[in-house]
């Protein structure tokens, strides 16, 4: 008999009987007395009693499911940054308080508790927080969404600091385990690689058949994704890979004892670690196999077990769409074709339109360098009968072109999927494009540049594919659970219900004009920085004055994002006052804050981190700045960290070369959080600025047509050089050695790059940076006007959640409807 609703029990919602769970789950989940207990053990107990509320849900939101068949989003993404779990539960269940209350009563700090949870670190930056945050905002609108994705053993790195210089240490987030992982390895699908493929006639149809030479298993870890009080609770479903038994077994029977234990490493290295390359791929084998494990473990899961037995796939579409984070698991196009085709035994053309409905494409970025390729010498070998498959849509979807556009055969090469130089490779993209009902960017500005530069053939010939959707953050996790005391003074000012509805913000906009609110608005701001204050002194060694500026910069770090240009700031700084150009005493107080971590392969921004650190060594030490410019560089910044420094911030930088940040989404959590931003006209900034107003928001730099001219005619960094005489000595004191003990190599691959090849052109923004910065300055010398504008900027900034982000999403592309789930 399968469990109905009403026969799932709901665990007690009162201190008493939290206190009660707590200590069963405590002696007999933990097998610990409380006078044992470690506080992870503790950790470990709280966390089971929270999943267990958690899990009624889910089981009533499951049954739902099963009795509504209501259309579902598949968002598949080969990261999910999720940050840290307990905190998040809590509030979904509305048990903070009870939770606070009774581990009070035994004496125990929830804060301690919540500080042993480690983070599942399943992604590198935007694209994997930008997922978790999109199947938060799916949960709490009751819209049915699957997130599939891979549980990495390893997630990104760790990174510590030894001399200044990044050295990365592996990140065993399961070295505990997890509480918030639900393993089923009765459920595992076996995904096959390699081989070939068989073509024959059968009943006179042409038939193709794949044969893999080897075989993995997925095996899937569900984790739950709680809505915010509403009863609803989604899956996470991230895939592990195990060796096959039977692979295992031919091979030992063999005899061969350590070759089997070898297949065994080699099937589970699938999903051993998260490549820590963010935006460069590297066309590696494995991570082409990691993709493949996914994209192809989720669609069979989907079709073979979230649909009901004996469902009509001729109408699959009107029960998924699975949205394609980047091109990351775009192979999944040719293996939903190649299920129809080869094991479903439909024609080409009916699998082709069922294929061309189910999928939906978004593109996270405007470098080139970062749209992956993979080489049809890899593809053909590691999924033959997949290439084949690409080979044939590429055919027919040139055929076409060429109908459209018979003179234009150069307009037909460049629209091919297949590209012929430096390698035949496959544009991943572009099979995305066309086999997909939707395109989007994810800012204003980057989906227009994606229709006229990227991918401008695709939107002339098929423009109605083409749309925006910009980002959005989860308020949940960003303001309520990140920043306590603005959530506390917001809510007495104008109710709870932003925290669903994020436009609401907008009632705070006339106490920007009330004194009271100002006040008790800095001081929320002042207590934020006191918190971070503390952590950096414990987490990190790190003295900061919480009498300072904030002035914050944290995301990964990358040429086109620009913490160079940052850093010239502050050595300028220092070297005007040491020229004795500029008094020590006109200095604005400032703590200069990154966090940053470089990929393991890209010299330059390891580079740039061991300079930031170095120039911190030395004017943190420099009595001649009397502790009025300093930099706070925290290692291993994530999520945990970002929940904690971007409360605490007055000065959010971003400040990347126009046209080349997609999006950004930490500028929308500052701005959130009442930071005011200094920034480019670039991504999602452009459109933040046109909410919050110019009077409110720093604005810097060349524009995108701008910054197109430039490097058209050929951008010559030296003649910003010799011409300003500031950036001249500030480049000059770098290249003496003056932060690397003298030693001039040090740190020249970084001044050379940036005299004499820079493809972001700091220099050329350079002088209109310092600028914005005296300006900044000047405006924070007034702090009741900075609150203001502060203020305004939290009031304007609603647009930014990615609740919104969903309805745009539900609206222009998916097509799906809310589906509340009954509670007890
Ligand atoms: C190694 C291959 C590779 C290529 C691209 C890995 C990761 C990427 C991502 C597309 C990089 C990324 O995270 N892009 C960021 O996506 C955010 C969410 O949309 C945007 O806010 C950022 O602007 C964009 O850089």
């Not at 295992?248 to 820590?276: C, M, W």
Request: with cysteine; proline share 4%.
């Amino acid at each position: 008999m399968t469990q109905t609703a009403d026969q799932i029990t709901t665990p007690q919602h009162s201190v008493e009987g939290f206190v009660q769970d707590f200590l069963r789950e405590l002696q007999f989940g933990q097998g610990m007395s409380m006078s044992r207990a470690s506080t992870n053990d503790q950790y470990l107990a709280l966390a089971r009693t929270v999943r267990t509320h958690l899990m009624s849900r889910w089981l009533r939101t499951l049954d739902h499911q099963r009795d509504v068949q209501a259309k579902s989003v598949a968002y598949l993404s080969a990261e999910f940054l999720l940050g840290r779990q307990l905190g998040n539960a809590l509030l979904a269940t509305d048990l903070e308080e009870i939770v606070e209350e009774g581990l009070a009563s035994l004496g125990i700090d929830l804060q301690r508790l919540r500080s042993m949870e480690k983070e599942p670190g399943l992604g590198n930056g935007g694209l994997g927080r930008l997922a978790a945050c999109f199947i938060d905002s799916l949960a709490t609108m009751n819209i049915p969404c699957i997130g599939y994705g891979i549980r990495y053993e390893y997630g990104i790195f760790r990174q510590t600091f030894v001399d200044g210089w990044q050295v990365e240490k592996p990140d065993a987030w399961l070295a505990q385990g997890s509480p918030w992982e639900f393993p089923h390895p009765e459920a595992a699908v076996t995904i096959g690689f390699g081989g070939r493929t068989e073509a024959s006639t059968v009943d006179g149809r042409l038939v193709t058949r794949w044969i893999p030479d080897w075989q993995v298993q997925a095996v899937p870890y569900n984790y739950m994704v709680p809505g915010y009080h509403n009863g609803r609770v989604n899956t996470l479903r991230l895939w592990s890979a195990a060796a096959t038994e039977s692979f295992d077994l031919s091979i030992f029977n063999a005899g061969d004892y350590s070759a089997a234990v070898r297949a065994q490493t080699a099937a589970e290295n699938i999903s051993k670690v998260l490549y820590p390359e963010d935006s460069t791929p590297q066309g590696k084998e494995l991570r082409l196999q990691q993709q493949y494990f996914f994209a192809a473990a989720s669609l069979k899961d989907f079709l073979d077990n979230v649909l009901p037995e004996g469902f009509d796939l001729h109408r699959l579409d009107e029960r998924i769409v699975f949205q394609l984070n980047d091109t990351h698991p775009v192979i999944a196009i040719p293996e939903l074709m190649r299920i129809l085709l080869d094991e479903k035994g439909w024609d080409w053309d009916e699998a082709w339109a069922l294929t061309q409905r189910c999928f939906a494409y978004t593109c996270h970025t405007l470098l080139p360098e970062a749209l992956e390729v993979w080489s049809v010498e890899l593809l053909g070998r590691l999924l033959p009968r997949h290439l084949e498959i690409i080979y044939r849509i590429n055919e027919d979807f040139l055929a076409e072109v060429h109908t459209a556009y018979p003179d234009d055969e150069l307009r037909v090469r460049r629209m091919s999927i297949i590209a012929e130089h430096p390698e035949r490779a496959v544009r991943m993209a572009y099979l995305a494009t066309v086999a997909g009902t939707k395109v989007n960017g994810v800012a204003e500005l980057h989906s227009q540049l994606l229709r006229d530069k990227v991918l401008q053939d695709f939107s002339e010939y098929m423009p109605e594919k083409f749309t925006n959707v910009t980002n959005g953050v989860t308020p949940r996790r960003f303001v309520r659970l990140a920043n306590p005391r603005l959530s506390s003074l917001i809510t007495e000012a104008i109710g709870d219900g932003w925290v669903t509805d994020l436009d609401r913000l907008r009632e705070l906009e006339p106490l920007a004009e009330d004194a009271e609110f100002r006040r008790r608005f800095r001081e929320v701001k002042a207590a934020n920085k006191t918190r971070l204050v503390d952590l950096l002194k414990v987490r990190d060694g790190i003295e900061v004055s919480p009498d300072s500026m904030l002035d914050v910069m944290v995301k990964r770090l990358h040429e086109y994002k620009r913490q160079t240009l940052k850093l010239l700031h502050v050595v300028s700084l220092y070297d005007q006052v040491r020229r004795g150009d500029l008094a020590a005493s006109d200095i604005t107080p400032r703590t200069v804050t990154f966090g940053a971590k470089a990929a393991p392969g890209y010299k330059m921004a390891k580079q740039t981190i061991g300079l930031i650190n170095a120039v911190g060594r030395t004017i943190n030490a420099d009595p001649v700045l009397e502790g009025r410019l300093r930099i706070a560089f925290p290692a291993n910044y994530n999520v945990t960290l970002a929940e904690r420094l971007i409360p605490a911030a007055d000065l959010s930088e971003q400040i990347s070369l126009a046209g080349k940040e997609a999006s950004g989404t930490g500028n929308m959590k500052f701005a959130l959080n009442g930071a005011l931003t200094i920034g480019t006209d670039d991504g999602a900034n452009v459109e933040l600025r046109q909410l919050v107003g110019d009077e409110n928001f720093f604005l810097f730099g060349l524009t995108e047509p701008e910054v197109a001219e430039i490097v058209e005619k050929g951008y010559r960094p030296t003649s910003f050089y010799e011409s300003n005489a500031t950036l001249r000595h500030a480049l000059d004191l770098i290249a003496s050695g003056a932060f690397s003990d003298g030693d001039r190599r040090t740190f020249e691959p970084i001044v050379s790059n940036l005299l004499y090849e820079d493809r972001f052109l700091v220099l050329a923004d350079f002088q209109a940076y310092l600028d914005a910065q005296l300006v900044v300055e000047r405006a924070y010398a007034d702090p009741d006007a900075w609150a203001r504008s502060a203020v305004l900027n939290v009031a304007r900034s609603g647009f930014f959640s990615s609740d919104r982000s969903m309805r745009d999403y539900l609206d222009r592309i998916w097509h799906a409807e809310a589906a509340p789930v009954p509670t007890a």
